[in-house]
């Protein structure tokens, strides 16, 4: 049992997963708490009428709201819709991005002709290329797919080449030492120097994912929960649009500790 890179006396270990524990509870219930006198306070707000509830709403009528399309299963096709098209941008932007910053290790000069681009790019507003992405693949999932493949690929790009990059140039040596191939440099030094780099990229791809794919379905999608944020708008329902809100929230966090509990499994997190 170690912590900061010293062996700790089992009682002391003890104490300090106790106090852990303690701590994480506290903030858990602090956080519960913020949030339960938040909902209070904005359905005291709708029911008194201290705010506009035709623009505003309030928690219960949302959850009305969702508990009526939950039952009459209007709420699924949108969800399936948003979510399948989100697992799609987030697996394939985070696949492409580590392939091609491999790629960019792999060939300096390709590196050096590309980084201007890659800057470019990245600074670009995405939306700007929706509408290209629906004159080019069509009015239907694989734009919006591609909206995401736009956020996702460029940040996952440019943040696991740095992490390439920075592989200590130490082990670099001792496999050359060993003759080792440029290859086997890759494979037993510079990706696994990496992998807690790219497994925490996997986090940030999945609020870029979401990101993309409500972007899309804004401009061009028939179902989905970003359609219904857009037809609340028109028909002035705001109560579905927070509703809609409401459930990318719930599934884009728990998507987000999907993620997390990966990173800590691959990681080693838990381990003490």
Known sequence: MTHSGRTLPRTVYERYIREESVRTRLVRLTQCLLLGLFLAAWETAGRLQWIDVLLFSYPSKIVLLLAGKIADGSLFPHLGMTVWETILGFTFGT?????????????????????????VLNSMPKVAFGPLFIVGFGPGALS???TTLSVTVIITTLVIYG???ETDANYVKVVRVFGGSKGDVFRKTVLPASFPTIVSTLKVNVGLAWIGVIVGE???????????????????????????????????????????????????????
């Open 95 to 119: 696949a492409l991005g580590t392939a091609i910053a491999a790629l960019l290790w792999w060939s300096p000069f390709l590196s050096r002709v590309l980084d201007p681009y890659m800057v």
């Open 144 to 146: 919006i797919v591609a």
């Open 163 to 165: 992490s390439f990059r």
């Open 218 to 272: 804004f401009l061009v999608s028939k179902q989905g929960l970003g359609y219904l944020i857009v037809y609340g708008f028109q028909v002035f329902n705001f109560t579905l649009v927070l509703a809609s809100l409401f459930v990318i929230a719930i599934v884009a966090t728990l998507m987000y500790q999907a993620v997390a509990m990966l990173e800590q499994r691959l990681t080693g997190g838990g381990q003490s």
